[in-house]
T-cell receptor, first 114, second 110 residues
Framework: GEKVEQHESTLSVREGDSAVINCTYTDTASSYFPWYKQEAGKSLHFVIDIRSNVDRKQSQRLIVLLDKKAKRFSLHITATQPEDSAIYFCAASPYTEGADRLTFGKGTQLIIQP | AQTIHQWPVAEIKAVGSPLSLGCTIKGKSSPNLYWYWQATGGTLQQLFYSITVGQVESVVQLNLSASRPKDDQFILSTEKLLLSHSGFYLC?????????FGSGTRLTVL
């Protein structure tokens, strides 16, 4: 089955700098890649996703890049703010429609330093 | 707008005791519903999914069971809790192409 690896377990950046969280996946059939944010003690909140028909997607300060050849995708947060501090989870699914059978990475704790 | 409600918010239970967690979604007809489990400090594991009333598919065996008695309700249960059942249980549903999570139930088994 699919395996999703999140390379940074913890990432610390200064407020205002950019943060990059990287994930790799194993199943070439994966075509849907969402990202979720989990603040301390809370549930997961959807932030952005990308599908395999594009290699870049941006929503305000969030940019997702997808490299299908390398089976790698990444979340870039620009101009980081204190409220960006959270655990970020990447995920992958082989289904082009919907989010069935998502496989999640282990999460990256993002710390924004003042 | 759709809303998803999970209950209880938290539970502290003894090993060997029964458990029932619930999830209700409003404002969405015939949703696909899911149960996920997050071990403390860990990643998420999908446990069950259901696409219609009375039909539940198990994704991983953890001595838990799930049922969908109504279109808008999803129940997770077991007759005998294990220590390893501790964690954060999340109900989720899909809208179009995105998975949305409920607020979760934190379970501590002692």
């Amino acid at each position: 089955g699919e395996k999703v690896e999140q390379h940074e377990s913890t990432l610390s950046v200064r407020e205002g700098d950019s943060a990059v969280i990287n994930c790799t996946y194993t199943d070439t059939a994966s075509s849907y890649f969402p990202w979720y944010k989990q603040e301390a003690g809370k549930s997961l909140h959807f932030v952005i996703d990308i599908r395999s028909n594009v290699d870049r997607k941006q929503s305000q300060r969030l940019i997702v890049l997808l490299d299908k050849k390398a089976k790698r995708f990444s979340l870039h947060i620009t101009a980081t703010q204190p409220e960006d501090s959270a655990i970020y989870f990447c995920a992958a699914s082989p289904y082009t429609e919907g989010a069935d059978r998502l496989t999640f990475g282990k999460g990256t704790q993002l710390i924004i330093q003042p | 707008a759709q809303t998803i409600h999970q209950w209880p918010v938290a539970e502290i239970k003894a090993v060997g005791s029964p458990l029932s967690l619930g999830c209700t979604i409003k404002g969405k007809s015939s949703p696909n519903l899911y149960w996920y489990w997050q071990a403390t400090g860990g990643t998420l594991q999908q446990l069950f999914y259901s696409i219609t009333v009375g039909q539940v598919e198990s994704v991983v065996q953890l001595n838990l069971s799930a049922s969908r008695p109504k279109d808008d309700q999803f129940i997770l249960s077991t007759e005998k809790l294990l220590l390893s059942h501790s964690g954060f249980y999340l109900c989720a549903w899909t809208s179009a192409e995105t998975l949305y999570f409920g607020s979760g139930t934190r379970l501590t088994v002692l």
